[in-house]
């Protein structure tokens, strides 16, 4: 699996986009000043196992499906860090 690089300007946009955490990994890479921002900016990191099924969990399986029929729709145009992120704040509202 390719290395995922996220520099300062990454975590800006991001952040603007309304992104207030990144799911990280072994393949995740976060620069020293990405980190600074991300502290500043109060944004979290998540710890996730890339190598996880959604199965697993009822709530990621509904993440999965829903961010599928969203590509679906859209195309591969579409941030899809930015689209986690959504799909997961709608979700945590309804709880």
């Not at 976060?30 to 998540?46: S, V």
């Amino acid at each position: 699996m390719a290395k995922i690089f996220y520099t300062e300007r990454d975590i800006d946009d991001l952040y603007a986009r309304g992104v207030t955490s990144i799911d990280v990994h072994d393949n995740v890479v976060l620069t020293d000043l990405a980190r600074e921002r991300m502290f500043k900016l109060n944004m979290q990191t998540r710890r996730v196992d890339p190598q996880a099924h959604p199965e697993d969990d009822p709530r990621e399986a509904l993440v999965h499906r829903v961010k599928a029929a969203v590509l679906a729709r859209l195309g591969g145009e579409v941030d899809q860090a930015l689209l986690d992120a959504v799909i997961r704040r709608v979700l945590a509202s309804t709880k």
